[in-house]
């Protein structure tokens, strides 16, 4: 199953979806898919002035719509407040969102979106065991993992936490795991494949001499398998911090770790910033190998991934620092014999 997937350069591969219907974009939505139609909430932008003018971040609570690729956008209707930075996947019908910042600091609440006969619905979820922004998680089977982030809007370190939350439980409830044996982390990529959760690369921090936090950028990775444990796996080729998660498969076998923040250009002033790199990662889970593939067209960093209609989207995200885009971009995976790959 590893060879016979390739990603296309070109359009055959990536598309366009209708943008949505906000000028700037949002930085970590939450997305996923429930009642057939495509889900988008919250996020944050600059909306008057870019952070280095002294613009302040501004949290959203709108809920988005898209009941089918070739439609438009409607509003469904709002959060339970304003809200990112956040995890979310799609399980059993709805759009399961966990933790995630406000403008007045971190939240632990956790809930289900679920869109049904054209009205949007809200239920709750069990409540994280901590307050907790910046994570990263996967949906294993009826199993959500999430793993690290920080628990203060200025914190100066990074947690080393693992929670896992059975959705298919008649009474779900958060459980706390072994961590994996790297650093801590924020806004790593988490990715479900192979029977085993994933986390690859992130920030940890520290504080500098006036307080301030530092990161310092990780291109390790670790597999964690249900009964087994964490595994150290081979290292990435280079930092991928906050690249769309939970990573889009292909097959049985791969996961793709698109653009992120490399740290190429940290000297670089923002006004002269050129963007996150287009860069792909492929991992193997058969081979322990990851492999440089097709670039992608929409390099973003603190974005959701959504499987929607066969294909893995990247809605909106941020694609300078500062800079957002309401752009919403669709790849579907290309066999090597040029036909459309079937989606896991």
């Given at each position: 199953m590893?060879a016979?997937?390739?990603?296309?350069?070109?359009?055959?591969?990536?598309?366009?979806?209708?943008?949505?219907?906000?000028?700037?974009?949002?930085?970590?939505?939450?997305?996923?898919?429930?009642?057939?139609?495509?889900?988008?909430?919250?996020?944050?932008?600059?909306?008057?002035?870019k952070?280095?003018?002294?613009?302040k971040?501004?949290?959203?609570?709108?809920?988005?719509v898209?009941?089918?690729?070739?439609?438009?956008?409607?509003v469904?209707?709002?959060?339970?407040?304003?809200?990112?930075?956040?995890?979310?996947?799609?399980?059993?019908?709805?759009v399961?969102?966990?933790?995630?910042?406000?403008?007045?600091?971190?939240?632990?609440?956790?809930?289900?979106?679920?869109?049904?006969g054209?009205?949007?619905?809200?239920?709750p979820?069990?409540?994280?065991?901590?307050t907790?922004?910046?994570?990263?998680?996967?949906?294993?089977?009826?199993?959500?993992y999430?793993?690290?982030?920080?628990?203060?809007?200025?914190?100066t370190?990074?947690?080393?936490?693992?929670?896992?939350?059975?959705?298919?439980?008649?009474?779900?409830?958060?459980?706390?795991?072994?961590?994996?044996?790297?650093?801590?982390?924020?806004?790593?990529?988490?990715?479900?494949?192979d029977?085993?959760?994933?986390?690859v690369?992130?920030?940890d921090?520290?504080?500098?001499?006036?307080?301030?936090?530092?990161?310092?950028?990780?291109?390790?990775?670790?597999?964690?398998?249900?009964?087994?444990?964490?595994?150290?796996?081979?290292?990435?080729?280079?930092?991928?911090?906050?690249?769309?998660?939970?990573?889009?498969?292909?097959?049985?076998?791969q996961f793709l770790?698109?653009?992120?923040?490399?740290?190429?250009?940290?000297?670089?002033?923002?006004?002269e910033?050129?963007?996150?790199?287009?860069?792909?990662l492929?991992?193997d889970?058969?081979?322990?190998?990851?492999?440089?593939?097709?670039?992608?067209?929409?390099?973003?960093v603190?974005v959701?991934?959504?499987?929607?209609k066969?294909?893995w989207?990247?809605?909106?995200?941020?694609?300078?620092?500062?800079?957002?885009?309401p752009e919403?971009?669709?790849?579907?995976?290309?066999?090597?014999?040029g036909?459309?790959?079937?989606?896991?």
């Amino acid at each position: 199953m590893s060879a016979i997937f390739t990603l296309a350069a070109d359009s055959v591969g990536w598309s366009k979806l209708p943008s949505l219907p906000d000028k700037e974009g949002f930085a970590s939505m939450f997305a996923g898919v429930s009642g057939g139609a495509l889900l988008a909430a919250g996020g944050a932008n600059f909306p008057d002035k870019k952070p280095w003018e002294g613009g302040k971040k501004i949290w959203y609570d709108t809920v988005f719509v898209l009941e089918k690729p070739d439609g438009a956008w409607q509003v469904a209707g709002k959060l339970p407040r304003p809200l990112g930075y956040g995890v979310s996947v799609t399980h059993g019908g709805g759009v399961v969102c966990v933790g995630g910042s406000d403008a007045d600091g971190h939240r632990a609440e956790c809930f289900r979106l679920e869109w049904r006969g054209g009205k949007l619905e809200t239920k709750p979820l069990p409540t994280l065991p901590r307050t907790v922004a910046n994570m990263s998680g996967a949906l294993l089977g009826d199993t959500l993992y999430v793993a690290g982030g920080i628990e203060k809007s200025d914190s100066t370190s990074t947690l080393k936490t693992f929670f896992a939350l059975d959705l298919g439980a008649k009474q779900p409830a958060w459980r706390e795991l072994e961590p994996w044996p790297g650093p801590p982390r924020m806004l790593a990529v988490a990715a479900a494949q192979d029977g085993s959760f994933f986390l690859v690369s992130g920030a940890d921090l520290s504080a500098s001499p006036d307080g301030k936090p530092v990161r310092t950028y990780l291109k390790d990775a670790y597999r964690y398998t249900p009964g087994k444990g964490w595994k150290r796996i081979a290292d990435l080729p280079r930092a991928a911090v906050a690249a769309p998660s939970p990573a889009p498969t292909l097959g049985q076998t791969q996961f793709l770790v698109m653009s992120g923040d490399d740290a190429a250009q940290l000297t670089v002033a923002p006004t002269e910033h050129k963007g996150f790199p287009k860069s792909v990662l492929a991992y193997d889970t058969r081979t322990d190998r990851w492999t440089e593939t097709a670039p992608t067209p929409a390099p973003r960093v603190t974005v959701p991934t959504v499987q929607w209609k066969g294909a893995w989207l990247v809605v909106s995200g941020e694609q300078k620092p500062g800079i957002r885009s309401p752009e919403v971009w669709t790849l579907k995976p290309v066999a090597t014999d040029g036909l459309p790959a079937r989606a896991p």
